[in-house]
């Protein structure tokens, strides 16, 4: 089975700052990576997700990823943050040919103005 | 077009009684799974149906049964609820291809057992 490490349960960042939050995965194969965001008392909303085409993926609000296979990482950027990227972030890897997704525990980001 | 949608949003049992919670999505999806989330542990898969008439275990299935009653619909029962069940439930589907696609969730159920 897969698993996916996110680094960090709480990261805070300044109003324009840069957003980094970490995403690892455990796979000998590329899989399909997501990037999701939930905001209080809601469900998750897709942000981004890579499926072997470009490297680089870009999402909503700004966000972008960079599938990195050397490093089995999926990072998730953003260049300036804003006090509405306030939620929690989570990544999440499934399998070329499996129906089950895994899901990472989670980061929340503070944004402080 | 209302995508997923779950009943109810919250709901506290005690100990010992029984609930079903509901899903339904209206995008014609054959995917469909229920989630329980906690803090700091993340969103883990209970049960998982890949098409109508098929239900499969996921990482906890303990406490819990399952129906997909059919394409659209697809419940969560909890025969005896315990205080360790209290969480938010999610339901998610996902459009035909399998993993290529993104998940679509619910707005969740808050379940609080005492």
């Known amino acids: 089975a897969q698993s996916v490490t996110q680094l960090g349960s709480h990261v805070s960042v300044s109003e324009g700052a840069l957003v980094l939050l970490r995403c690892n995965y455990s796979?000998?194969?590329?899989?399909?990576l997501f990037w999701y965001v939930q905001y209080p008392n809601q469900g998750l909303q897709l942000l981004l997700k890579?499926?072997?085409?470009?490297?680089l993926v870009k999402g909503i609000n700004g966000f972008e990823a960079e599938f990195k296979k050397s490093e089995t990482s999926f990072h998730l950027t953003k260049p300036s943050a804003h006090m509405s990227d306030a939620a929690e972030y989570f990544c999440?890897?499934?399998?070329?040919?499996?129906?089950?997704?895994?899901f990472g525990t989670g980061t929340s980001l503070t944004v402080i103005p | 077009n209302a995508g997923v949608t779950q009943t109810p949003k919250f709901q506290v049992l005690k100990t010992g009684q029984s609930m079903t919670l509901q899903c339904a999505q209206d995008?014609?999806?054959?995917?469909m799974y229920w989630y329980r989330q906690d803090p700091g542990m993340g969103l883990r898969l209970i049960y998982y149906?890949?098409?109508?008439?098929?239900?499969d275990k996921g990482e906890v299935p303990n406490g819990y049964n399952v129906s997909r009653l059919n394409k659209r619909e697809f419940s969560l029962r909890l025969e005896s609820a315990a205080p360790s069940q209290t969480s938010v439930y999610f339901c998610?589907?996902?459009?035909?291809?399998?993993?290529?696609?993104?998940?679509?969730f619910g707005p969740g159920t808050r379940l609080t057992v005492l």
């Open positions: 999440a890897v499934s399998e070329w040919t499996g129906n089950q997704f895994y």
């Open positions: 796979s000998s194969v590329p899989p399909y």
């Open positions: 890579y499926t072997s085409a470009a490297t």
């Open positions: 995008m014609n999806h054959n995917s």
């Open positions: 149906s890949a098409s109508e008439g098929t239900t």
């Open positions: 998610a589907s996902i459009a035909p291809g399998g993993g290529y696609n993104e998940q679509f």
